[in-house]
């Protein structure tokens, strides 16, 4: 994989969940207060990551030269997307417990 296709790659919403099933995995290990959190603050630190992983990966592509800083409508605005549509995902699963029971 190239520079340019990972840096693609941290921008789209399959990136971004492998990215910060990893990054969760090692926090899990990593820091013991975090099974402790009540599950509203495991969804901030999951939404925030996924939102954070693409939006670094637009930094590293514009540090790159890949990309143009001020370009909101073909940089940035996918690499919110990616993070919103990476957390929905990741959050979907969780929507069961809410829904009238015929779901």
Not at 7 to 21: E, K, Q, R, Y
Not at 52 to 67: E, T
């Amino acid at each position: 994989m190239s520079w340019p296709e990972f840096v693609a790659f941290l921008m789209t919403s399959d990136g971004v969940n492998i990215v910060v099933g990893v990054l969760l995995s090692f926090l899990v290990e990593l820091w013991p207060g975090y099974e402790s959190l009540e599950p509203p603050y495991k969804r901030l630190v999951f939404g925030g990551l996924c939102l954070i992983i693409p939006i670094l990966g637009g930094i590293l592509s514009c540090a790159s030269g890949l990309d143009v800083w001020g370009d909101f409508a073909g940089l940035w605005w996918p690499a919110i997307v990616a993070g919103w549509s990476a957390f929905f995902a990741g959050q979907i699963a969780h929507l069961r417990k809410y829904l009238p029971k015929r779901f």
